[in-house]
């Protein structure tokens, strides 16, 4: 029954591998090609009402974010070889390898938009990017509901490293409030002038209170003992 479980992870993470393999060769294929066609300074940064306020070369502005990605991508494949909790991230490892093909979509999206935008179509950056955060972030919380203790991945601090009940409770909490950004970022398309702060605002200020909490669970832990 075992060996049958960890057939079918094998089987997801390998699958998972196929994916992010395809976006990265997919991305570099696209900047090829658009490469000859994009003009020499390429819009490359928006301010937070979505108009344009910085410009890159046409290398870096067609090649950074495939460059980006694939060093991202190495980073995760190497951190659980690397992790001393190696065996815990294991135990959430499919989720870990969903939130790799998650973030390397999310960056593959923006690299289409910033091609599409420098061909001459023209929109609302910040409205378009909002889908897409709220995407990510919600499967952060998926992420961090499900993820054990270690060194890379999740809430990471002196009181979560600390305790076991601890990262639990804070990440249940961490989880949750993750999801609740992502419901919070797609109420900004409606304003998309403000699209930045719905975007920016809750992820800063619930992560703040995620590691404010992770502090007084961890002192009523160890006032229990």
């Not at 910085?54 to 070889?81: C, D």
């Not at 870990?96 to 929109?123: C, P, R, S």
């Not at 009181?159 to 919070?184: D, P, Q, Y």
Request: hydrophobic share 55%.
């Amino acid at each position: 029954m075992e060996n049958d479980k960890q057939k079918k992870i094998n089987l997801k993470i390998n699958k998972s591998r196929i994916i992010v393999v395809f976006i990265l060769l997919f991305s570099f294929i696209l900047a090829l090609f658009c490469y000859p066609l994009m003009p020499e300074r390429m819009a490359s940064h928006w301010n937070i009402k979505g108009e344009v306020n910085g410009y890159m070369s046409k290398f870096w502005g067609v090649f950074l974010i495939p460059i980006i990605s694939l060093f991202s991508l190495l980073i995760f494949l190497l951190i659980p070889k690397i992790d001393p909790l190696k065996t815990n991230i294991e135990k959430f490892r499919k989720y870990f390898d969903g939130f790799i093909v998650i973030f390397l979509l999310f960056l593959f999206y923006v690299f289409l938009l910033t091609i599409l935008w420098n061909f001459g179509f023209e929109f609302n950056m910040n409205r378009f990017l909002l889908p897409a955060f709220g995407i990510l972030f919600y499967y952060c919380g998926i992420l961090i509901e499900n993820s054990k203790r270690n060194w890379f991945i999740g809430i990471r601090t002196p009181w979560t490293m600390s305790n076991e009940k601890v990262w639990e409770k804070t990440h249940r909490l961490g989880g949750k409030l993750f999801k609740i950004a992502a419901l919070i970022v797609l109420i900004g398309i409606i304003f998309p002038n403000y699209a930045f702060y719905f975007a920016l605002i809750p992820a800063i200020s619930f992560a703040l209170y995620a590691v404010v909490y992770s502090y007084f669970v961890y002192r009523k832990e160890t006032r229990n003992r």
